[in-house]
């Protein structure tokens, strides 16, 4: 790609900044968006067009009264890098927090010696806001009168994930810029309608000497917050890890997580920037919207019969997580986005939780898109009534996907699910393929009859267990016809990682005598049919390889990285993070969370960060890890697959 000079850049940060701020229709997301604005920061650091850009509440028009702050309210300092975190992070000691970033409108609220609410205010520029104390007082969350005072509280407006989707059809982009508009209406009585909620995070004119009591502070005056977590210093990524994962159960919608010195102390002695905080950073998630190509569409049978077409796409990362799936809803909703096979296609997970086909880029040249005339599950006919397509045989398919659950909890050896059960699971819609028994919540088990927390507690431990699957095991598990216990040993032994097996071709394997063509293709065509199943489990189970046991180690089991530790570092050319994180686990290997000294492999990409000097700097106190090219760590995957 050509790189953008700084007048580009500038022209183009202008366009995307009156898009944003004044037409509120936004053709870029904001990681996009930030990336523009770094790499002109990098290129011309006094560029006029820096200046430009408004923080987060200076999103709409300001009209109303002026509210200068005592304190000036500045937007945080973004990073998107593991590094550029760890850096920040070293500048001070002691304990560290995070919360998770919502995306909303912070507000400044001012209450009295009485503990009455006198005053709210949009940040505005940061030095001078906008009183909408009068909007305020109509938003849930915002307590008229506190215990005590006066004190200061800032935190975010915003709105629910599900009052926006009531409110949809009011053609806003993202939930924030509808909370935006509804906090600064000229009839409190509108703003109320808008449903608007209130978190707060932080409190300025009381005592407190952390973070963690500012919290309980707010707590104790009745104030929502957001969850606040310590954070282990030699694994900061475990809080953004974790609020990443939970980010799909909040009915708001966050854009990062916010980590913060937890002492008041560290916190004054760092004090500001000219635009941020330095004791605070937020870890932004990345890219919620980005362009793929549809490989296929599968078809998924539900238990009441209707077949849902599944757009399979080149994986593509949407809001930190890889997704390579996506539900098209039903099949008139697919005719209408007129797909075929190598369709360059927009995908979106922001303002909701499931990520959604957009719409078609660029027509492909592949194939059209076949509705299938027969059952995938089980074979019978289907049939097209009005959008939806149905499988004519309900209740023998029903049966056809119990039977598959229940052939992969006996291949394997999962304690504790009887066929009764596994019926129960089935209809209660908590597990409808076999990648559901390993997000199983203790949760949904204690809604089933005659289930104990004890009984459930006991189920869960018995998945937990099956994390490691053998390869032989797995691929019986996967109930291909023709793949069995005979012939999946043999494809463990002859081609021993789960890739090997996925790239067979019926050639190679029909050229096995024991196989033949019948079988074969059979096999090769299952796989292939069960690729979305395999990739599902992939997130829960390491499948282990059959591999050259490593001098010292036991058992013929061994996979050919096992027990050793890798961490990357820089931008891999040949694939993601991820999947070079998935092929470390895949070959039995695992990832390390830092460089510590149990840490075997750096493997260094494009643009390392610190990172290798510190394995350096182990290595000069006689430390075993090896700091590794890209082409030597592709020879090494080669030698071990
Ligand atoms: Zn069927």
Redesign the pocket.
């Known amino acids: 790609m050509k790189k953008k000079s700084a007048e580009q850049l500038e022209t183009e940060i202008r366009r995307h900044n009156e898009l944003y701020f004044q037409k509120h229709q936004p053709e870029i997301s904001d990681y996009e968006f930030d990336r523009l604005v770094e790499r002109l920061r990098t290129l011309k650091p006094d560029s006029p067009v820096l200046r430009e850009i408004p923080s987060d509440g200076a999103r709409l028009k300001e009209s109303g009264i002026k509210v200068r702050h005592v304190t000036p309210m500045l937007s945080l300092d973004k990073c998107y890098q593991e590094e550029d975190l760890q850096d920040w992070a070293e500048k001070f000691s002691g304990d560290l927090v995070a919360t998770p970033k919502i995306d909303g409108c912070a507000v400044e609220l001012r209450y009295d010696g009485a503990g009455r609410l006198i005053l709210g205010a949009t940040r505005g520029d940061g030095m001078v806001g906008e009183d909408i104390t009068l909007n305020v007082r109509m938003i849930e969350g915002i307590p008229a009168k506190i215990s005590s005072g006066p004190v200061e509280i800032r935190g975010e407006i915003y709105m629910s994930l599900s009052v926006f989707q009531k409110r949809k059809e009011e053609g806003f982009s993202n939930p924030r810029n509808l909370a935006a508009g509804a906090i600064k209406q000229k009839d409190p009585n509108k703003t109320k309608e808008y449903e608007l909620s209130f978190f707060g995070y932080d409190v300025l004119g009381v005592a407190c000497a952390t973070e963690l009591e500012k919290f309980r502070q707010l707590k104790a005056w009745k104030i929502p917050t957001v969850e606040i977590i310590e954070v282990p210093r030699d694994d900061m990524k475990s809080a953004y890890d974790y609020f990443l994962k939970k980010r799909e159960q909040h009915d708001y919608e966050t854009d990062g997580v916010v980590y913060k010195a937890n002492l008041v102390s560290e916190q004054q002695r760092l004090n500001f920037t000219a635009h941020h905080p330095r004791y605070a950073i937020a870890y932004k998630f990345q890219g919620d919207s980005g362009e793929t190509i549809l490989k296929d569409v599968e078809w998924s049978?539900s238990r009441t019969?209707t077949i849902t077409p599944v757009g399979i796409v080149e994986p593509v990362e949407l809001s930190g997580a890889m997704v390579s799936r996506v539900s098209l809803h039903n099949l008139g909703l697919m005719k209408q986005l007129g797909l075929r096979r190598g369709s360059k296609v927009l995908m979106m997970r922001r303002g909701g939780v499931i990520p959604k086909l957009e719409s078609v880029v660029r027509a492909g040249e592949g194939a059209a898109i076949v509705v299938p005339a027969h059952?995938p599950?089980?074979?019978?006919p289907t049939e097209v009534r009005e959008d939806f397509l149905y499988?004519t045989?309900t209740k023998?398919?029903r049966r056809?996907q119990v039977a598959e659950l229940e052939h992969f909890i006996k291949a394997i050896e999962c304690d504790g699910f009887g066929d009764k059960l596994i019926a129960q699971l089935y209809d209660a819609g908590l597990v409808q393929d076999p990648a559901d028994f390993f997000s199983l919540q203790q949760g949904d088990l204690l809604e089933l009859d005659r289930m104990g927390e004890t009984l459930a507690a006991k189920l869960l431990h018995n998945v937990a267990e099956k994390k490691k699957i053998p390869l032989d095991v797995f691929l019986r598990a996967l109930a291909i016809r023709e793949l069995a216990k005979h012939t999946s040993k043999i494809l463990a032994q002859e081609f021993r990682t789960l890739e090997g097996v996925l790239r067979v071709t019926e050639e190679e394997l029909s050229a096995i005598h024991t196989i033949g063509p019948v079988i074969a293709k059979e096999v090769v065509e299952g796989l292939k049919r069960k690729k979305g199943l395999i990739e599902r489990l992939l997130k829960h189970v390491a499948v282990v390889g059959v591999g050259s046991p490593r001098p010292g180690a036991e058992g013929a089991e061994t996979a050919p990285l096992q027990g050793r530790k890798f961490l990357f570092t820089g931008s891999l050319e040949t694939m993601t993070r991820g999947e070079a994180e998935k092929k470390v686990e895949a070959l039995g290997g695992e990832m390390a969370s830092g460089v510590t000294k149990d840490l075997d492999y750096l493997v260094t990409g494009a643009e390392p960060g610190s990172k290798v000097e510190k394995a350096k700097k182990l290595q000069s106190k006689g430390g075993k890890v090896r700091v590794l090219s890209e082409a030597e760590w592709q020879k090494m995957l080669k030698l071990a697959d």
């Not at 599950?377 to 019978?380: D, G, I, Q, R």
């Open positions: 049978v019969g059952c599950s089980c074979e019978a499988c045989n023998g398919c056809t």
